[in-house]
């Protein structure tokens, strides 16, 4: 039986390159039974390249893993496009009650009927629950697991927080979803220049721990910059006495010889003693740099995001009354009412494949609807966000990919992809070669360059690396426009949406509450309760004192009358008289 501090897997000298480009530069490290690490970096320094190399899908170019022949590893890789064949095979006669139990778990109730037109359309996240059940069902000795909450609703995490807590072999995720890794890791690998680092803690442990090694390092390295230059100012003073005292050795003076020859051997040896001074400064110097040279710590990479809104801003983009939507047998939501304004910040919640996605084709017009109406405003401007980061054509570089031709806005699409962090290397390179945070970042710049008054994103952060989720966080803050979003980041969106449409019970509702409110309204949210229908009641006061005043065929009457049974139908809700 192992024990835990059993080592699992040992990782010794390992090297690994792409296209003469080194991902990995000699990693070495040990994985210890019962640890719970996070793997974390910017896109593309590696990480799944490790991941990959672990589970031994690909060898190193140098370099042992060292692990039992009989390790079992459950590997939930990053990609879950998996084809409905994979899920049929899972789910045929060989489907295990384990693999069936984990799946109703996750909320996948009743898998073994499902038929091919339910399994291709399975959500981002009922994909991904498939595929954690899948892993689970193995009873793995060690798990590796990339990118597992990027699709994932809340009750999938706490499921899967949950599971790793009770699980007793290691497990390492890579991860950038700073909740996630606060719950469930003690230590962090990470990468950075192909080398490895260690830190112990949490991801908030991380950050405090990293910050203070840079200021460290940057202490040192000012405080060994000051002494270098000191000693080269005194090299520069001696080098100044020197050539004086050789010029002085031969320069003709008045006087006997033998006194002038005195002189000039005076300042020979002056000179001879002073050169002697500078080669030996010199070479001290020389010998520290070569014992004690300190590189500058690189910076932490500034990622810019900067969207620019303008057009028609009326103050009601959407309206959907008794809308429905149903596929085949299923129905994702029914007599749902809702609007958006203008200017809200509104989070979709709810379970993996409630619907979340399929409303967003709705509101684009990329998807019908079964039932009722939904009105879109045609005055505004929409950019979408979708899931997918594969539709990017792979052969094309970045600036091909965005299409376009002149020069003004070549420049201004190169300065933007280098300001979210995609170098001259990256965006000469074809797309395909480009990690799925990477392709990300192409989109984004895609939005960037546009003017828009909505922007409609569809889990915006997955595959963006920590420092891009933090900076576009604080950019959307500043957008004045509408953002609609779909985001299991609980980070991200209890930062951004002071709004939820809330996907439950087969029914869409508008929530005049951040996700922090709601989703932990059974523990404190009496106040907040009071404090939305306060609010509430306050307007109804303000349009029936309007109202009172205004004849009906007054053309703002009508307007006002459908504000006032909105705020009736908000106030209900809030009630639960819904």
């Known amino acids: 039986m192992l024990t835990n501090q059993q080592i699992v897997l040992r990782v010794i000298d390992v090297d690994k390159s792409f296209h003469l480009r080194k991902v990995l530069d000699n990693i070495q490290f040990d994985i210890k039974n019962g640890e719970r690490i996070g793997l974390v970096g910017y896109n593309g320094t590696g990480k799944t390249t490790l991941a990959n190399i672990l ?7 140098k ?28 789910l045929a ?105 260690f830190y112990n803690g949490n991801y908030s442990d991380y950050r405090k721990e ?20 000191e000693v080269e100012t005194q090299i520069t003073q001696l080098k100044t006495w020197s050539e004086k005292a050789h010029r002085d050795s031969t320069k003709k003076g008045k006087g006997p010889s033998k006194r002038q020859n005195g002189i000039k051997e005076y300042h020979r040896v002056k000179a001879k003693k002073t050169d002697n001074q500078v080669k030996s400064k010199m070479k001290r110097l020389q010998n520290e740099l070569e014992r004690n040279k300190l590189e500058k710590p690189l910076d932490v990479i500034q990622i810019r995001f900067q969207f620019d809104t303008q057009g028609k801003r009326g103050k009601r983009i959407v309206e959907a009354k008794n809308l429905a939507k149903s596929f085949a047998n299923r129905t994702l939501f029914q007599s749902s009412n809702f609007y958006i304004n203008y200017g809200d910040r509104l989070g979709l919640l709810g379970e993996n494949g409630c619907g979340k996605t399929t409303l967003i084709k709705m509101m684009l017009g990329q998807e019908g609807y079964s039932n009722g109406d939904l009105w879109s405003s045609d005055s505004i401007k929409i950019a979408y966000l ?35 962090g995609l170098n001259e290397a990256l965006i000469t390179k074809p797309i395909g070669t480009l990690s799925l945070g990477e392709r990300t970042r192409v989109k984004l710049v895609d939005m960037l360059m546009k003017e828009y008054d909505v922007l409609i994103l569809d889990e915006p952060t997955n595959h963006l690396d920590l420092p891009s989720r933090e900076q576009l966080e604080n950019t959307l ?21 002071n709004r939820l449409l809330v996907f439950e019970d087969q029914q869409i509702r508008r929530i005049e509450m951040k996700p922090d409110e709601y989703l932990n309204k059974d523990g404190n949210n009496e106040d907040a309760l009071k404090e939305a229908l306060l609010i509430i009641e306050n307007k109804i006061a303000l349009v029936l004192g309007e109202l009172s005043f205004m004849e009906q065929n007054d053309p703002r009457y009508r307007e006002l009358d459908k504000e006032f049974n909105d705020l009736l139908n908000q106030k209900r809700i809030l009630m639960g008289k819904n």
């Not at 139990?101 to 073994?112: D, N």
């Not at 460290?216 to 060994?224: A, E, F, L, T």
């Not at 990919?401 to 070549?410: C, I, Q, S």
């Open 93 to 197: 006669g060989n489907a295990t009650p384990d693999l069936l139990e984990h799946a109703s778990t996750l909320g996948l109730t009743k898998v073994l009927n499902w038929e091919e037109e339910r399994l291709n359309h399975l959500s981002g996240g009922e994909k991904l629950k498939l595929a954690l059940a899948k892993v689970w069902a193995l009873k793995p000795d060690f798990l590796i697991l990339d990118e597992p909450t990027n699709h994932l609703d809340y009750k999938g995490i706490r499921w899967l927080v949950s599971e790793i807590e009770k699980f007793h072999g290691p497990v390492l995720i890579i991860s950038h979803d700073r909740h996630f890794l606060d719950k469930t890791v003690t230590r962090i690998f990470e990468l950075e220049n192909s080398r490895i680092n």
């Open 386 to 420: 979708s899931q997918d980061v594969d539709d990017l054509p792979a052969d094309k570089t970045a600036i091909e990919a965005l299409g376009f031709k002149d020069r003004e806005n070549v420049l201004k699409a190169r300065t933007l992809l280098a300001n979210v």
């Open 63 to 90: 370099g042992i893993i060292e692990k039992s022949n009989d390790l079992t590893i459950g590997y939930l890789s990053q990609s879950i496009d998996y084809q409905v064949s994979d899920f049929q095979q899972s």
């Open 210 to 229: 990293k910050q203070q090694r840079f200021q460290n390092r940057k202490h040192q390295y000012d405080v060994q910059q000051q002494k270098i230059k």
């Open 477 to 497: 803050a500043e957008f004045t426009g509408t953002i609609i979003t779909v985001s299991h980041d609980y980070y991200f969106l209890n930062k951004l949406c």
């Open 55 to 61: 589970f031994g899908k690909i060898a190193p170019d």
